[in-house]
């Protein structure tokens, strides 16, 4: 027991006296939470507006407040004609112009019915999209609560037709991305260097003829690993909790079991991936390219699968990230139990099973 | 110096094929305890092939290899106590000081922490590399990296060591002081199996055995291959016999 120590104290050793691996373990995660939680994020906030009120009535300011006080939306200036409103948009700091027809609360009143347009800054499709969206969810939410009082029975008219939908936040979407990309990394890419470390220095072969078996020598290998992706997956759950308000329906011991799951798969990759490279760089370019790219693209963290094509669809099938996110959104944003999530549960099982199982055969003939 | 008798590395009609290339062509020779045995031949010769077979790094193809009593196949394990091994890479750990990497070797043959701690004290004084001894070893020149390897290959006291060509690289006066401590090993009483392909190391064994394409092509004390081969040094004794 006190050699497998001494093994774990001298893997610690190596990883806290590289400031290479001491950032890559350390600072990677935290700057890809914020990176992804702020920026690629598809949430919008403070985007600038114009208002181009024809009508000023009370309707029409109540409405007005609804968007401002929204969160997402910050008032540039008002606009009171029409050529006000082109000139807005050309300096390209307004992103959207919100025109109430004129006589707006009469024709509500006396027609049950008016009209918002929504003008769009389209030189960015896809916040424009999301931009207009949101407003006209907020217009709607409006509109219900106004019914729901026992008004006259009236309708706004907008164009657009998505509903709010919560789950559309970004932050929801990358946390359990970024959290599959980030273990995989720790995990697979720098356990497979760590061991291919050893067989580039020659110290592999003095292990190999020391009385110490394989398996300690991989677990002495793999145990560090262990705990820094586990510290790892930690502070990505407190980060997303506590700076971007992602919520943590499900049970939190659950969660961090399913995760310690995905870490031994990782590691049982990274072992794989040793065992069939020769060198630090090799093993270096097998994770980057066989690891992190799939698992950035195939496993639905950035574009949704089922718009991807067949061929690619398949190939998703067998990314155990894909598998992670799955367990992990439902978990935290759903709240689920076992009974939903043990099929993914079970693929990661038979996974690392597998992963491991071809390690140690291969293992084995590398002393042939 | 009186050298006992007794065998122990024993190989008969050893053969290492990798595909159809054959890297060790039937070798048999022993090997007796306390002896310095120097293993010589040029790159590829399959010095290091046969280096690897003796410490349980690879197995042999066919053929019988008893290493300290035990057969390599079948008892690995109990081989793999009595042999210690120093690789070509020289194979300490660059990031790790000189006391961290004698505790961590020492610690994977079961030796206990004071036992590791007095013998290192006794060792570096020895070596007088007191003062260098939280050095990390990629600050060290390669002479003195390759002193700590050899003292740390026979830390847990082996019956027999394997040095694969353990003196690559380093002058003549560094290899010469490296065998100082060669020596001392083999008055201790440890066998010393060694490969090599410079030749004045080859004067410095007990018995050398010269490869050439995977075969034994002549095996005896320097001074009787000399001898036979009426050369003025290893040297001469090598060229004749590689042609």
Wanted: proline share 3%.
């Amino acid at each position: 027991m006190s050699r497998f120590w001494g093994f774990v104290k001298k893997e610690f050793n190596h990883i806290f006296r590289d400031y290479r691996t001491m950032l890559i373990l350390f600072g990677m995660p935290v700057a890809q939470i914020l990176i992804f939680g702020y920026v690629v994020s598809n949430e919008i906030k403070d985007i600038k507006i114009a208002i181009y009120d024809k009508s000023k009535d009370n309707v029409t300011q109540e409405i007005t407040n609804k968007i401002l006080s929204s969160g997402y939306f910050v008032l540039d200036k008002n606009i009171d004609n029409d050529n006000q409103v082109e000139e807005a948009f050309k300096k390209g700091i307004i992103r959207e112009v919100i025109v109430f027809e004129p006589h707006f609360a009469e024709k509500l009143e006396r027609e049950g019915k008016a009209s918002i347009q929504i003008l769009a800054d389209a030189s960015d499709a896809n916040t424009a999209n999301i931009v207009s969206n949101y407003t006209s969810a907020i217009i709607r939410t409006y509109m219900k609560n106004e019914l729901m009082k026992g008004d006259l029975p009236f309708e706004i008219d907008t164009n657009v037709q998505i509903l709010y939908n919560k789950e559309l936040k970004g932050v929801y979407m990358f946390v359990p991305g970024t959290m599959a990309l980030i273990l995989m990394l720790v995990s697979a890419m720098m356990t497979s260097i760590s061991i291919t470390r050893e067989k580039e220095m020659g110290t592999m072969e003095v292990l190999l003829v020391s009385p110490l078996r394989s398996m300690p020598i991989i677990l002495g290998k793999v145990i560090p690993y262990v705990g820094l992706a586990f510290v790892n997956a930690l502070v990505i759950i407190a980060l997303s909790y506590f700076v971007f308000d992602m919520p943590i329906q499900g049970n939190l011991a659950f969660l961090l079991l399913e995760t310690l799951l995905f870490i031994l798969m990782a590691l049982s990759l990274g072992i794989l991936i040793s065992t069939v490279s020769k060198s630090q760089m090799m093993a270096m370019f097998i994770s980057m390219f066989a690891l992190m790219l799939p698992t950035m693209l195939l496993s639905g963290f950035i574009f949704p699968i089922e718009n991807m094509p067949k061929i690619l669809q398949w190939l998703s099938a067998i990314m155990p990230a894909r598998y992670f996110i799955v367990i992990v959104k439902n978990i935290m944003i759903k709240g689920s139990g076992f009974m939903v999530v043990w099929k993914e549960t079970l693929f990661l099982v038979g996974i690392t099973i597998l992963f491991l199982g071809i390690s140690i055969k291969k293992f084995k003939v590398r002393l042939e | 110096m009186l050298k006992q008798t007794e065998n122990i590395i024993e190989v008969k009609n050893l053969v290492k094929k990798f595909g159809d290339f054959v890297a060790n062509d039937n070798l048999t020779f022993d090997v007796k305890q306390g002896e310095i045995f120097g293993f010589l031949g040029a790159n590829g010769a399959g010095k290091t092939t046969a280096l690897k077979i003796l410490s349980g790094l690879s197995f042999p193809t066919s053929g019988i290899v008893q290493v300290a009593g035990f057969d390599v196949y079948r008892e690995r394990e109990k081989v793999k106590k009595n042999i210690g091994y120093m690789s070509q890479k020289f194979s300490l750990y660059e990031d790790l000081t000189v006391k961290e990497n004698i505790r961590f070797y020492g610690g994977i043959y079961g030796l206990s922490g004071k036992y590791i701690k007095e013998k290192t004290e006794d060792l570096l004084k020895r070596l007088k590399m007191e003062n260098i001894k939280d050095s990390l070893i990629k600050s060290l020149p390669l002479g003195w990296k390759q002193k700590i390897a050899f003292s740390v290959a026979i830390f847990h006291n082996p019956k027999i060591v394997f040095l694969d060509e353990p003196t690559g690289g380093v002058d003549p006066i560094t290899r010469r002081d490296f065998w100082e401590l060669i020596y001392e090993a083999s008055d201790s009483g440890i066998t010393v199996f060694v490969t090599t392909h410079y030749m004045d190391e080859a004067e410095y064994c007990d018995r050398v055995c010269i490869m050439d394409q995977g075969r034994i092509e002549a095996m005896d004390t320097p001074a009787l291959l000399k001898n036979q081969y009426n050369a003025k040094n290893m040297d001469e004794v090598f060229i004749q016999i590689a042609r």
